[in-house]
């Protein structure tokens, strides 16, 4: 229980910190620590949805989102989100890990060029739904909350502010993990109990991560952004060894 509760922490820092919902890490980590695939999906789900619901809270405090751009990139996310336990039953767990690899090599690369500075382009509340939509579908099959792709779209194609960018995803989370809670609950892929204590210690960690976010630069979060792309894709592969013998 002490090992479930500091990786909570742990991830709860990250999680504030990128505006991710950390299922890029709980999920890896879960799977290093001997659980299947589809219950590590199950676990991250739940610890996501409570730790971006107090994240979220902290980031609208220091107003780094509006709260009507937000809700159209959520409701897509809830309606997105909704499809993902048929998706997880459906699917070999070494497709969801490739997935996985594949979705992170690309948000890297798109981090990677992404410059501080460029001008915001305008985006339609329905162009904002379908965003929302099809990045939820995508993560939460994977056990992700869908910010560590949402990030890259935002800053690296639409030119929006990084630091508003990861505030939106861990909004975007809320939505995501919700409906994805939901949907995997409903398929009886959630294991309560560990998810319940990985969240709570997240909830501590999310606290330290949201003040770490507001006080660094742009460019000191993207560098720490490619940094934690490069660590989820080891682990991710790592965990793909043996399903590859």
């Known amino acids: 229980m002490i090992l479930l509760i500091l990786v909570g922490i742990f991830v709860g820092v990250i999680s504030g910190f990128f505006g991710i919902g950390g299922g890029t890490i709980i999920v890896p980590v879960m799977i290093s620590l001997g659980f299947g695939v589809k219950e590590a999906i199950g676990i991250s789900i ?44 459906s699917i070999d767990e070494i497709w969801l890990k490739l997935a996985i690899i594949v979705a992170l090599l ?13 001008s915001e382009k305008k985006v339609s509340n329905l162009a904002l739904f379908i965003i ?18 949402l990030t890259p779209i ?29 949907s995997l609950s409903i398929a009886g892929l959630v294991n309560y109990k560990i998810g319940f204590i990985v969240g709570i210690g997240s ?15 742009s460019q000191t979060q993207k560098y720490c952004l490619m940094v934690l792309y490069v660590a989820m894709i080891i682990l991710t592969l790592n965990s793909l060894i043996p399903n590859l013998k």
């Open 46 to 89: 739940l610890q996501m949805l409570m730790s971006s619901i107090v994240g979220s809270y902290f980031n609208y405090k220091n107003a780094h989102f509006k709260i009507k751009e937000a809700l159209n990139l959520g409701l897509g996310a809830l309606c997105g989100a909704s499809l993902s336990g048929f998706v997880v039953s």
């Open 106 to 118: 690309i948000s890297l690369i798109k981090i990677f060029y992404f410059r501080p500075g460029k």
């Open 132 to 149: 929302g939509f099809c990045i939820a579908l995508i993560a939460i099959s994977m056990g992700i909350g869908g910010a560590v792709f």
């Open 154 to 182: 935002l800053s690296g194609f639409l030119g929006m502010d990084l630091k508003k960018s990861v505030s939106l995803g861990l909004f975007f989370v809320i939505f995501s993990s919700f409906a994805g809670f939901i």
């Open 203 to 217: 909830l501590i960690g999310v606290y330290f991560g949201t003040k770490i976010h507001h006080k660094v630069s």
